[in-house]
C-alpha cells in the first residue's frame, strides 16, 4: 500500500527566507505526486503535481518541486516566503486506481 | 472561477444524533470524493464517486455513515448516530474524471463538533 511522510510537523520561517517542505513516500510504481495548501478554515489547493517528464515541477503562487526516484522524495521550496504563505502544506501520492493518500501535512508560520 | 459548494460549514452535535452534510461540486466534474480531515492529520477518503455510482467505500464505516448521489450531480453524507470520534473536518472535492491526473478541487470543508 502506498503511504506518505512528511517529516516535519511545523517549520518557521522568516519573511523573505527560503523554504523546504520534505516529503517521502512509498509505493511500488511510478507515484503521481502532489503538493497542496490549505489555509486555516479552507479546503485544499493544488500547488503542484508531478506525473512523468522533467523532475523539476514548476507550481503556482513561486513554488517549485523535485522529484528524486532514487530517494523517494518530492520536496516543496520556495525561494523567497511572503506573509501570505503562512498555511498547512500537504504532501499526496496518487496511485493507479485513481486514490490520493495524503501525508499528516506540516504548518509553516513565516514571521516578519 | 467554478468551485466545490458544501454546507454548513460548521455544525455542532451531541453524540447519538443525526447529521448531515451537503455538497456540489464542479459543474460538469464526475467524480467526487468525501474525505474526512481529522485535526493534525491528511484528508483520507471516505467514498468516491463516479456519476451517481459508488466506485470506493472501503474506509467508509457503513454503521452509522452513509453517503448518495442520487442524480449524479451533489451529494450528501449522514451520519447517524453520530460519536466523539466523528469531531473532524469533512472535505469534499471533484475531478472531471477519476483518473489520478484530473485535478482534485477541494470546497471549504464542514467543521464537526460532537459534544
Given at each position: 500500500a502506498q503511504s506518505v511522510t512528511q517529516p516535519d510537523i511545523h517549520i518557521t520561517v522568516s519573511e523573505g527566507a527560503s523554504l523546504e517542505l520534505r516529503c517521502n513516500y512509498s509505493y511500488g510504481a511510478t507515484p503521481y505526486l502532489f503538493w497542496y495548501v490549505q489555509s486555516p478554515g479552507q479546503g485544499l489547493q493544488l500547488l503542484l503535481k508531478y506525473f512523468?517528464?522533467?523532475t523539476l515541477v514548476q507550481g503556482i503562487k513561486g513554488f517549485e518541486a523535485e522529484f528524486k526516484r532514487s530517494q523517494s522524495s518530492f520536496n516543496l521550496r520556495k525561494p523567497s516566503v511572503h506573509w501570505s504563505d503562512a498555511a498547512e502544506y500537504f504532501c499526496a501520492v496518487g496511485t493507479n486506481d485513481y486514490k490520493l493518500s495524503f501525508g499528516a501535512g506540516t504548518t509553516v508560520t513565516v514571521r516578519a | 472561477e467554478a468551485e466545490v459548494a458544501q454546507s454548513p460549514r460548521y455544525k455542532i452535535t451531541e453524540k447519538s444524533q443525526a447529521v448531515a452534510f451537503w455538497c456540489d461540486p464542479i459543474s460538469g466534474h464526475a467524480t467526487l470524493y468525501w474525505y474526512r480531515q481529522i485535526l493534525g492529520q491528511g484528508p483520507e477518503l471516505l467514498v468516491q464517486f463516479q456519476d451517481e455510482s459508488v466506485?470506493?467505500?472501503?474506509?467508509?464505516?457503513k454503521d452509522r455513515f452513509s453517503a448518495e448521489r442520487l442524480k449524479g450531480v451533489d451529494s450528501t453524507l449522514k451520519i447517524q448516530p453520530a460519536e466523539l470520534g466523528d469531531s473532524a473536518m469533512y472535505l469534499c472535492a471533484s475531478s472531471l474524471s477519476g483518473r489520478a491526473e484530473n485535478e482534485q478541487f477541494f470546497g471549504p470543508g464542514t467543521r464537526l463538533t460532537v459534544l
Open positions: 512523468s517528464g522533467d | 466506485v470506493d467505500d472501503s474506509q467508509l464505516p
